[in-house]
């Protein structure tokens, strides 16, 4: 998931490179800092440089935090693939003149540009670290589950605030309920305790509990609704003659 981005950096070894081998994956993250995105001084380098120490994670996690990226040491493919997309802006940076010497003509780069005014989402750079780390703190601030696909948290997030978020929901939301009147000599207990204040107090208990019971089926009938939005999304192959994915 990281070959072109490493491919684009120059690394050694992009299509081989794995991140869950903890020397490799230490060693990328010195060179990283070396080579592409020197944010700290080379005198300032060392304890990063020190891949054999225990204390390194707890280096790693300064560094993490030094450079602003918005995860945590514990998300090691969305911090790697967060770094990469910052040392390939850097790298840009430090040689954009070699970059920009195949530029499209003006009149098209207008063309896309209006085009991507008019329909930013179509032209959503999905690979984009800063499009990764938005929707991941949309995620954790509105409580949805983390999916590994970030359109699919996207589409959550987007059918949350619709339902929920809105102006009519939110004022749905805080309109006082009014009470109806209810003869509770018209609903059968079903048992008795012998006193009819303690009668009269277990039917009223009865009915708050089935008014709960009403609300959370709501709530359970509108989570079946959110989830067959995200999945109910099959893919027709003409050539089988059937739908499915």
């Known amino acids: 998931m990281f070959r072109r ?70 998300d090691r493919q969305e911090a790697i693939d967060w770094l990469l997309g910052l040392a390939v802006r850097l ?47 949309l995620a954790n601030l509105l409580q949805i589950q983390r999916h590994d696909d970030y359109l699919v948290m996207l589409k959550a997030i987007r059918i949350l605030v619709q339902e929920r978020l809105t102006q009519d929901a939110v004022a749905k939301a805080n309109q006082t309920k009014e009470g109806l009147p209810v003869a509770l000599d018209k609903h059968i207990l079903g048992f008795d305790t012998g006193d009819a204040v303690l009668n009269e107090a277990a039917q009223i208990l009865r009915l708050l509990h089935i008014e709960e019971l009403r609300e959370l089926q709501t709530k359970i009938n509108e989570a079946i609704v959110a989830v067959q939005a995200i999945i109910a999304d099959p893919k027709t192959d003409h050539r089988l003659g059937k739908v499915g994915r």
């Open 91 to 137: 790298e840009y940076g430090d040689n954009a003149e070699k970059y920009n010497k195949d530029l499209v003509p003006d009149n098209t780069k207008n063309a896309d540009n209006a085009a991507k005014n008019a329909e930013p989402l179509i032209n959503l750079d999905v690979n984009n670290p800063d499009f990764k780390a938005g929707v991941m703190a």
């Open 5 to 74: 981005k490493l491919t684009a950096l120059d690394y050694h070894n992009p299509a081989g490179f794995n991140c869950k081998d903890e020397t490799e994956f230490r060693n990328f993250i010195v060179w990283l800092e070396d080579q592409k995105i020197r944010h700290y001084k080379i005198e300032d380098r060392g304890n990063l440089r020190n891949i054999h120490s225990s204390d390194w994670p707890k280096f790693f996690e300064k560094y993490l935090r030094d450079v602003n990226c918005p995860f945590k040491i514990q």
